[in-house]
């Protein structure tokens, strides 16, 4: 299938400026078995950007290949920085939006350590929806109802002092629909709050980081589309940052209650940002031959090469090389549960940081910047010094 119209606001769709190889069509699965692994189905990548609103999307996105269930694991809740930032980040809209002792609803909350964080910040109570949560891996005696399913199929009404919605909409093909059923959902348009996190395309874009293109992404937003999305939709935008070493975007707003839709600074026009897209079409190829070629010297020398982050970005990240995936040893990850399973496309088996006592590496490629200074930590706690960089 092929979306020839704008999902945020209907404008015809332009050529696209970047076609990818085929994909994993999900890379959060837990896959048990190698060849399961290998032989998953792959799906098309073709970006367009709207010269209208500048949302970018995958024009070949099908929603039905994409799977999510309990079996999704795309917790990031194991690591102490990632632990540190929402601690911050639910204390802070608590405080702001005077949210203690009130209701919250997290649509899309994964495997709930968010919600749990907004409750010991002090909120009075909390509904929690997502196919793929898990009740009995939350150790917590928090007051929060937990609805394996979907909005609005499983959540109707948003009867709530604030929406969450935090990594879910960059999922959502839809998006201007999904937005406008949310503010239809909303029960009390004057005391409702949404609290939205999205990654940041502008910084996909401008390191032309290919790792973060994938396919159940099927919507990139910048601080400019996303902000003309939401007011499109029938909200105020209250604020736009950008959080988590730039990496994200922090959408604060209310339903609209009627005055001008005003941009705020950080939002870039659709000229700019075609701009940059120009640019990462134009630095894909160097990029992905940069990190083939700094694999292949490190093997010509004998050496192995680890990836570390056994999620979407590794994914991503093995899928560009091709055949020089082969080459690398293995890929780590802090998360239990994604250790000794296989990841989707190459079929490497996920290793504990442990394991990497025997493989020895000496290249360890992060695949997340922002968890480079707690992974040196660990290596140098198990007695390992190999280079270490950051995509």
């Given at each position: ?6 999902p945020?606001?209907?404008?015809a769709a332009p050529?696209?400026f ?22 998953f189905p ?6 367009a ?6 949302l ?5 996105y ?11 694991e ?5 690591s ?5 930032f929402?601690?911050d ?7 702001r ?31 929690g ?10 150790t ?37 629909d ?61 604020s ?10 922090l ?5 609209t ?7 705020l ?33 490190v ?11 056994g999620?979407?970005k590794g ?17 780590v ?8 399973q296989?990841?989707a496309?190459?079929g ?12 020895e ?31």
């Amino acid at each position: 299938m092929t979306a020839r119209t704008c999902p945020a606001c209907g404008a015809a769709a332009p050529e696209p400026f970047h076609v990818g190889e085929p994909v994993p069509v999900n890379s959060c699965l837990l896959l048990g078995d190698r060849a399961a692994a290998v032989d998953f189905p792959k799906g098309d990548l073709e970006l367009a950007l709207c010269p209208v609103c500048g949302l970018i999307w995958n024009c070949r996105y099908d929603p039905a290949l994409t799977t999510y269930s309990q079996d999704y694991e795309e917790t990031q809740g194991f690591s102490p920085t990632f632990q540190a930032f929402i601690h911050d980040l639910a204390t802070d809209w608590v405080e702001r939006y005077a949210l203690t002792g009130g209701t919250v609803v997290e649509i899309g909350c994964g495997k709930g350590e968010f919600l749990v964080e907004m409750a010991r910040a002090g909120i009075g109570a909390g509904i929690g929806v997502d196919p793929g949560v898990q009740p009995a891996r939350i150790t917590d005696d928090v007051p929060v109802t937990w609805i394996q399913g979907l909005f609005p199929q499983d959540l109707p009404e948003l009867d709530a002092d604030a929406i969450i919605c935090r990594h879910t909409l960059e999922h959502i093909a839809p998006v201007r629909d999904f937005l406008e059923s949310i503010r239809s959902a909303v029960t009390d348009v004057e005391r409702t709050v949404l609290l939205f996190e999205v990654p940041d395309v502008q910084r996909v874009l401008d390191e032309v980081a290919f790792w973060d293109v994938y396919y159940e992404h099927s919507s990139y937003f910048s601080a400019g589309s996303v902000g003309r999305l939401f007011r499109a939709a029938g909200f105020d935008v209250l604020s736009i940052t950008r959080a988590y070493s730039d990496q994200t975007l922090l959408v604060e707003a209310r339903p609209t209650a009627g005055g001008a839709a005003v941009a705020l600074p950080i939002e870039e026009d659709p000229a700019a940002l075609a701009e940059a897209a120009a640019r990462f079409a134009r630095g894909h190829r160097t990029m992905v031959e940069h990190w083939r070629d700094r694999i292949r010297t490190v093997t010509a020398r004998g050496g192995r090469t680890v990836i570390w982050g056994g999620g979407s970005k590794g994914v991503a990240f093995l899928a560009a090389l091709g055949a020089d995936a082969a080459l690398v040893d293995g890929v780590v990850d802090i998360n239990p549960f994604k250790q000794n399973q296989y990841m989707a496309g190459t079929g490497h088996r996920v290793l504990a940081p442990k394991d990497l006592t025997d493989a020895e590496p000496a290249l360890v490629i992060v695949m997340n910047g922002a968890y480079r200074t707690e992974i040196v930590t660990e290596l140098t706690d198990l007695g390992l010094a190999p280079t270490v960089e950051a995509l």
